[in-house]
Every structure is written in structure tokens, then in C-alpha cells.
Nanobody, 128 residues
Framework: QVQLVESGGGLVQAGGSLRLSCATS????????MGWFRQAPGKEREFVAV????????YYSDSVKGRFTISRDNAKSTVYLQMNSLKPEDTAVYFC?????????????????????WGQGTQVTVSS
């Protein structure tokens, strides 16, 4: 079982920045694809970004591309989401997710949207 704990959320003005962190338990962090998702009130959860195991290649949704950066530190078993140029529409609960990446090598560059482990979420609020 993998436990994920997000941190770094908060209130920020439009145009500002935040960095989210997701610390994981377990010893096999390097084999996990690590993803970020978000869910705004009244909306479905949506994919934000993933950093793949092995290659470490990042992929982003069109809505955040060029503004957000996902990265991972395998030594610290932690994944980050640097969010710049934040907009009010980025307001949501952000969730960290993990899965064993080698099981999803045949599902396109992002590996699909199925994840096996989820954090509890952290609130990000962007004021206009």
C-alpha cells in the first residue's frame, strides 16, 4: 500500500505562484508514474500532469501547459507541481496519484487516466 500526502496549497492572487508537494511512503517510488489531478466545485476531476517512471517524461493538460511544471525527486520519494501564472479557474482541490508505471506502458504517452493510489487533496484558491 502506498500512502500519498499533499501539501503546499493555499490562497494566492491571480498571476501568483504556488508549489505543491506530494510525499509518498514505500520504497519503490522510482517505479511509479506520479500524477496530479484537480477537482473544482461542481465539476468532475480532471487530469493536470503526469511524470512517468523510468524516463521521467512529463505530460500536461492543455489548460496548464506552459504554466505548470511537474517534477520528481526519487531520492526523496516526492513529486512536485510548480504552478505559475495562476488563474481563478485553477481554483480546485488538487490530488496526487500514483501507479506502477510499467503496467501502463501501452496506453499512450500519458499512460491513461487510471491510478491506483490517491492522496487526500490540498485546496488551491486563486483570487481575481
Amino acid at each position: 500500500q502506498v500512502q500519498l500526502v499533499e501539501s503546499g496549497g493555499g490562497l494566492v492572487q491571480a498571476g501568483g505562484s504556488l508549489r505543491l508537494s506530494c510525499a509518498t511512503s514505500g520504497r519503490a517510488f522510482s517505479i511509479y508514474d506520479m500524477g496530479w489531478f484537480r477537482q473544482a466545485p461542481g465539476k468532475e476531476r480532471e487530469f493536470v500532469a503526469v511524470v512517468r517512471w523510468g524516463s521521467g517524461s512529463p505530460y500536461y493538460s492543455d489548460s496548464v501547459k506552459g504554466r505548470f511544471t511537474i517534477s520528481r525527486d526519487n531520492a526523496k520519494s516526492t513529486v512536485y507541481l510548480q504552478m505559475n501564472s495562476l488563474k481563478p479557474e485553477d481554483t480546485a482541490v488538487y490530488f496526487c496519484a500514483a501507479r506502477e508505471g510499467f503496467r501502463y506502458t501501452g496506453y499512450g504517452p500519458t499512460g491513461g487516466l487510471k491510478y491506483d493510489y490517491w492522496g487526500q487533496g490540498t485546496q488551491v484558491t486563486v483570487s481575481s
